[in-house]
Every structure is written in C-alpha cells, then in structure tokens.
C-alpha cells in the first residue's frame, strides 16, 4: 500500500474537523454548551479525545470553528463564485440555495436553533455573527437597491428577518409546508419567470 498523498491527507483533515463540528452542534443542541463534554464530543465523533484537540484548543474554539462553518454555508449562499445576468438572478439564487440546503440539512438546521439563542453567551462568537450578518445584509442591500426599491436597507433586514422565521418554524412546526414558503417567496419578489 502506498502512502497517502498531501492531497488525501488534507481531505482526512477535513472530514474530521466536520466530523468533530456536527458531532459537536448535535450535543450542544441536545445537552447545551456547559452539559457537553469534549470526551462526549470524541464519543460522538466516533474518534479520540486527542484528535478532538489535535484540530481544537478546547470547547471555546470548537464554538468558533461551528460559527464559521455556518457562516461558510450562509457566504456560499450569498457570494457564490459565478456572475449573474441580473440582481434578481441573484436573489432567486439565494431563495432557492436557502430552501435546498434546508432540504438537504433539516437535521442541521435543527441542531442551530438551540445554538443561536446561546450566541450572545459568547462575545467572539457574537462578534462573528454580528459582523457576517452585516456584510449579509449589506449584500442583499446592494441587490434591491440595483432593483429599485425605495428602502433597500429594510428590505434587506425584513428579507433576513422572513428567513429567520422560515427557519425557525421548519424546525419547530410539524409539516411546514416549505415548498409553499419557497413558492410564495418567488412570487413575492417576481421572480418566477427567471
């Protein structure tokens, strides 16, 4: 057998870290952050408690690791890699992203809402989040501005508000009907015929 490649390496490398940080939002969704043990984090993960802190300091750093991979999945959503042929191209984008990787991640998603009413109890986190959701804004600003309308500051705020709500009824009420949510979106901002 030859021995692995840089390449498989940093993919091993990965794989683990997202191991380590699912594992870790399932247990802090269920048992909160003070009542979740780094070993019941490597049980969980399935993996050592060395290699839990080979790719994390301690739990604090585990938080800070979980944060910045939801907001990868949110800046992926947001400020994907391709050109759009319009600002509304670009806002049916981001609707139809969200209700896919909400598809996709119920099980995720579930795991974020215990997490995000604790962020406050974290300052770097809080910070992070703070920062990330105006940058966010500020991007979805820019589209309705290109497209018009009168306050595209609140726009944006109400638009970020309407997908906190999405998601926080996906996860609390039983058969929520996200296609209709999805569809009623696409109608909202007539964006059905793109």
Do not use: C
Not at 24 to 40: C, K, P
């Amino acid at each position: 057998m030859s021995p692995r490649t840089r390449e498989q390496n940093l993919e091993i490398r990965a794989k683990t870290k997202k191991n380590i940080i699912l594992s870790s939002m399932r247990l802090f969704g269920q048992n909160g952050y003070e009542g979740t043990s780094v070993n019941a984090i490597a049980k969980e993960a399935n993996i050592s408690k060395g290699l839990v802190y080979y790719h994390f300091e301690s739990k604090e750093h585990i938080v800070r690791g979980i944060v910045e991979f939801l907001t990868e999945i949110g800046d992926n959503i947001i400020y994907p890699k391709i050109e759009f042929e319009t600002p509304k191209h670009h806002l049916k984008y981001i609707i139809d992203e969200y209700f896919n990787i909400a598809k996709e991640e119920a099980e995720l998603m579930s795991w974020m809402l215990p997490m995000a009413f604790q962020v406050g109890r974290y300052p770097f986190v809080a910070q992070l989040v703070t920062k990330k959701t105006k940058m966010a804004i500020s991007a979805v600003r820019k589209i309705f501005q290109e497209l018009n309308y009168p306050y595209p500051e609140q726009e944006a705020w109400a638009f970020g508000a309407l997908f906190d709500g999405i998601s926080m009824d996906q996860i609390l009420v039983p058969n929520y009907d996200s296609k209709g949510m999805h569809q009623y979106l696409l109608n909202k901002y007539e964006l059905n015929n793109i």
